[in-house]
């Protein structure tokens, strides 16, 4: 494929996209597993079975921008999380799958009872081209941030910033507001307060909130602990925090010498100052503090797990709505100690009813087979819980319904 400008130089497209990616590996340095890449060799060589096309898989389609890695994936394949095959398809022209822009034209091609797919430009008012004439022009544009998403970024932010498990005895050591200005019984954005880390009593032994150097200044602040149980054994696996804000770290904790009335020498503890820089809900005395977890890449790559895992929904994000529907997250009783991952992607599936079956004379008790409900994908893993975002769904998903690798 070409690139014609005007009289100047011919270059390929496959170097411009190799330069684009040179230019933002710093911003998206995204792994490819070996057995992603080992996928893609094979399909990139033998093409996909034409019975794993979607069925209105078009014939061509131009990438545009709010396209996501997901959406294309489930517009060619039956099923979305088999991204590696997609890549594969195209696996000379897309060098690395998180680079993947608008403007470029995919075209499937059928034969022998396969299919491939190959990128190119669509030539303006004409069929696709592997040569497309450009007309000199100047353009700013950040290369880093033009590739598509995985998924839409919008879905999962929200949820970065609050969603947090913790366990029983970091909540209970977290440093907690003490005071505020005047008396005030609710704080909002903007308000000073006062906070400790130290406990002088109870069992709970916690530090001091300090200002030196190296130590947290940004902290998501937090209300009850919530514990997250375990459907089947009803083992405490959690607990997640009712998150209601930030604040921001003023001055560290402290002592002053003063004296009594007695004129004798004692020494008084100073709480640490904080700055509320967020809230979600009003803020109040006895709110925890725990520090802002590093940020997260934006980049979500959906893989089935490589070994079977199942589980159930453990709660619902919010305890908004009894059932949930697509874009929604629930909490899954398994995590990185159970082998899941931030991009696996999982099948709902809905229990089958328990009935009688009236046309036998005895009237036995029967279960009706599992029904696959939906896909979800994880988005952030901890030790024996994970948060997952609901993608696909054909009926309400409730707490207690089952989870396992999509086939």
Do not use: C
Not at 385 to 398: C, F, I, P, R, T
């Amino acid at each position: 494929m070409q690139t014609i400008f005007g009289r100047f130089s011919h270059i390929s497209i496959a170097a411009a996209a190799l330069l684009g990616a040179t230019v933002g590996l710093h911003a998206q340095n995204f792994p490819i597993t070996a057995g992603q890449r080992a996928t893609a060799t094979q399909v990139a060589e033998t093409g996909v079975p034409l019975a794993d096309l979607a069925p209105n898989a078009p014939d061509h389609y131009t990438v545009k921008r709010g396209d996501t890695l997901w959406a294309i994936s489930g517009l060619f394949l039956k099923s979305p999380w088999r991204w590696p095959e997609l890549w594969g398809m195209n696996l000379q022209d897309i060098r690395n799958p998180h680079r993947i822009y608008p403007g470029q034209q995919l075209t499937l091609e059928k034969a022998n009872g396969r299919a491939t797919l190959r990128s190119g430009q669509a030539a303006a008012g004409g069929p696709p081209t592997d040569t497309v004439r450009l007309s000199p022009r100047t353009r700013y544009e950040s290369l880093a941030d033009a590739s598509i998403p995985t998924l839409a970024p919008s879905a999962i932010e929200p949820f970065l910033a609050e969603a947090m498990i913790v366990d029983e005895a970091t909540f209970a050591m977290a440093p907690r507001i003490v005071a505020t200005q005047e008396g005030r019984v609710l704080l909002s954005r903007g308000d000073r307060a006062y906070a400790r880390g130290e406990y002088a009593g109870g069992s709970a032994v916690g530090n001091p909130l300090s200002d030196a150097r190296g130590e947290p200044r940004d902290f998501r602040v937090f209300r009850n602990a919530k514990p997250l149980k375990d459907p089947t054994t009803q083992e405490i696996l959690g607990y997640e925090a009712q998150y209601v804000g930030k604040a921001e770290l003023v001055r560290g904790e402290s002592e002053a010498e003063t004296t009594d009335q007695d004129g004798k020498a004692q020494i008084e503890t100073v709480p640490a100052t904080i700055d509320i820089v967020a809230t979600k809900e009003e803020i109040r005395v006895g709110d925890r503090l725990i520090p802002e977890p590093p940020r997260e890449l934006l980049s979500y790559v959906p893989h089935a797990p490589a070994m079977p895992i199942t589980g159930r929904i453990v709660s619902v994000y919010g305890d908004a709505v009894a059932l949930v529907a697509e874009n929604q997250v629930v909490v899954l009783n398994r995590g990185t100690f159970d082998g899941l991952e931030r991009g696996h992607v999982m099948a709902l599936y809905k229990d089958g009813q328990r009935l009688r079956d009236k046309t036998d004379s005895a009237w036995p008790q029967i279960k009706l087979p599992n029904e696959r409900n939906g896909l979800m994908m994880v988005f952030r893993a901890f030790d024996h819980l994970s948060y997952a975002l609901v993608l696909q769904v054909s009926d309400g998903v409730k707490v207690g319904d089952r989870f396992a690798n999509p086939n």
